[in-house]
């Protein structure tokens, strides 16, 4: 099932998985990578955190170089797909911010995410300055002491690096956090099958002995009313 969401794209915006479905088998597919969902794994728990600080960027097409890009524009605009972002990796450039030590501090937003090392300029683009901390609170006090960051809590309470303070979840706004962690699901619905396929075999093995020990038993049952009959007719002979 999980599987099957995926190579269908749901979840994403008509745009962006129109131009999957059409590019797909492609010589316009070599041009392109993946998604950026599909090329990150967020840790367990804090998907809605990254969710909330990438937001669409999640639908983002992340593509070879911008020559290649050029190639797939040309596509997207020849056959009328709509708006599409695409992020080269050629083109993007952002340096990872220091670590903050502070004991507000839960985890830098970046060290919540893992990707290969070519995407390392993207996702710092997306999370190189942002800070996650467990509350308002905790929010606040540490804007007290860092400059230059932008900090955000499990509550998805957020202040921006210029000052701001926002509250809430957007309601009108799309959420993108179902088309997150989708291979990592399938990884692990797939241990849980062989997990499972493991378990039954060893099931069928015991149950195989059982049946084999209760053969034995019977035959040795058998084989002693055999005996006591013998020794019945010898006793009234």
Do not use: C
């Amino acid at each position: 099932i999980q599987k099957s969401i995926l190579e269908r794209n749901d979840g994403y915006f008509y745009s962006v998985s129109d131009f999957l479905k059409k590019t797909k088998n492609t010589e316009i597919e070599k041009y392109y990578i993946n998604t950026l969902a599909n090329l990150i794994t967020v840790k367990s728990g804090y998907e809605e955190v990254i969710e909330n600080l990438i937001g669409s960027g999640l639908q983002n097409i992340v593509t070879w170089s911008k020559k290649d890009t050029r190639e797939i524009i040309n596509f997207v605009n020849n056959n009328k797909l709509g708006r599409i972002t695409f992020l080269p990796l050629d083109s993007i450039k952002q340096n990872k911010k220091a670590r903050v030590n502070e004991k507000e501090v839960i985890a830098m937003a970046y060290d919540l995410v893992s990707y290969d090392d070519s995407l390392e300029n993207i996702v710092n683009h997306f999370l190189s300055n942002t800070v996650v901390v467990k509350n308002i609170d905790d929010a606040i006090s540490l804007s007290n002491k860092i400059k230059g960051y932008r900090i955000i809590s499990l509550e998805l309470d957020l202040i921006n690096t210029w000052g701001s303070m926002v509250a809430g979840v957007n309601k009108s706004r799309k959420s993108n956090i179902n088309i997150l962690n989708r291979n990592k699901k399938i990884n692990e619905i797939k241990k849980r099958i062989v997990s499972l396929r493991n378990e039954r075999n060893d099931l069928l093995e015991s149950f195989s002995k059982i049946e084999d020990e209760i053969e034995k038993n019977k035959k040795l049952l058998n084989e002693n009313k055999q005996i006591s009959f013998e020794l019945n007719e010898k006793l009234s002979s």
